[in-house]
């Protein structure tokens, strides 16, 4: 399994998404209250972008005229057709035993940790011939 970097901490402040590309698949990214998540970005249905989905919070009811609202912003909505995703999980709210979204592992780690020293420039000898720079490898 390969790690990208995707975006700092600060370009996904709480309550923000962006898309992004990695080895050419689209992921959408969102922070909700300081906790990251990723989706594979298009829809299982008709392949909506689900970087530009709703969130919202799951409603249940135990019975007629009595709601609850809880897990708030962690449902995503496909802007197309409204289907419906746990955004922890990927799992269509409708049918979760088949319909899933692929979900992808966020971590915020520092920058020391990504690129640990020392660090050592690569250096490659270059010289000039007549007017054109060569660089010898």
Same mark, same amino acid.
């Given at each position: 399994?390969?790690?990208?970097? #995707?975006?700092? #901490?600060?370009?996904?402040?709480?309550?923000?998404?962006?898309?992004? =590309? +990695?080895?050419?698949?689209?992921?959408?990214?969102?922070?909700?209250?300081?906790?990251?998540?990723?989706?594979?970005?298009?829809?299982?249905?008709?392949?909506?972008?689900?970087?530009?989905?709703?969130?919202?919070?799951?409603?249940?009811?135990?019975?007629?005229?009595?709601?609850?609202?809880?897990?708030?912003?962690?449902?995503?909505?496909?802007?197309?057709?409204?289907?419906?995703?746990?955004?922890?999980?990927?799992?269509?709210?409708?049918?979760?035993?088949?319909?899933? =979204?692929?979900?992808?592992?966020?971590? #915020?780690?520092?920058?020391?940790?990504?690129?640990?020293?020392?660090? +050592?420039?690569?250096?490659?000898?270059?010289? #000039?011939?007549?007017?054109? +720079?060569?660089?010898?490898?």
């Amino acid at each position: 399994m390969s790690r990208h970097v #995707v975006a700092t #901490v600060d370009e996904l402040p709480p309550g923000s998404r962006k898309l992004v =590309t +990695v080895k050419g698949r689209p992921i959408a990214i969102f922070n909700i209250r300081g906790e990251y998540f990723g989706v594979f970005n298009l829809c299982p249905h008709q392949g909506g972008s689900l970087c530009d989905g709703a969130l919202f919070g799951l409603v249940t009811s135990d019975e007629p005229g009595r709601y609850e609202m809880s897990r708030k912003g962690e449902m995503l909505r496909c802007p197309w057709h409204g289907w419906e995703f746990d955004i922890r999980t990927g799992q269509s709210w409708c049918d979760p035993e088949t319909i899933r =979204t692929k979900k992808y592992a966020i971590e #915020v780690e520092p920058g020391a940790a990504l690129a640990k020293g020392p660090y +050592v420039a690569e250096t490659f000898a270059v010289s #000039v011939d007549q007017n054109y +720079v060569v660089l010898e490898m």
